[in-house]
């Protein structure tokens, strides 16, 4: 039986799946999100690469964990088919980390995004290198976060 429980732990934590538990101050999250260690790869994970300021964050748990729906009011894309102009809504499991990145309604981000093949929102490929604030038309990288955007994409968001 021990052995039966650690294998399914481990197959979790392979496959990336995110578990939330309740915490003193809310929740917090394991996760095993893949890690970049290049702009290639962390703008190749990405199905979207959107700019974009958020209008709304909900809490959410009817997807049987916590997470938050965030609204999107795209400004600019580089990768992928949301139009400047549109609202896009995504979803992350609410955690200490995402507290942590400082994600507010009124800020601008650039924003790495997985699209699902279901009817499934989009999510960010990785909850510390996916979000990147924009200030003053300049990209600021996570703290922590080694990855820089590219050139390229910058120039498609107009940022620099």
């Known amino acids: 039986m021990r052995r039966t429980a650690a294998l399914l732990s481990s197959v979790a934590v392979i496959l990336g799946v995110a578990s939330c538990v309740p915490g003193a101050s809310?929740?917090?999250?394991?996760?095993?999100?893949?890690?970049?260690?290049?702009?290639?790869?962390?703008?190749?994970?990405?199905?979207?690469?959107?700019?974009?300021?958020?209008?709304?964050?909900e809490d959410d748990d009817t997807e049987g964990y916590p997470r938050t729906v965030a609204t999107v009011d795209v400004v600019a894309t580089a990768k992928g088919d949301a139009a400047p102009g549109s609202t896009l809504d995504l979803a992350y499991t609410r955690c200490d980390d995402a507290v942590q990145l400082g994600l507010e309604v009124g800020d601008e981000y650039v924003i790495l995004l997985s699209d699902p093949a279901d009817d499934a929102l989009p999510t960010p490929v990785n909850i510390s290198q996916a979000f990147h604030a924009v200030d003053d038309g300049r990209v600021v990288t996570t703290p922590g976060n080694p990855v820089e955007l590219g050139t390229t994409t910058l120039h498609a968001l107009d940022l620099s």
């Not at 994970?45 to 700019?51: F, G, H, Q, T």
């Open 26 to 57: 809310g929740s917090s999250c394991q996760a095993d999100y893949p890690s970049y260690g290049t702009t290639a790869e962390l703008e190749d994970s990405a199905d979207l690469i959107v700019r974009g300021t958020f209008t709304a964050l």
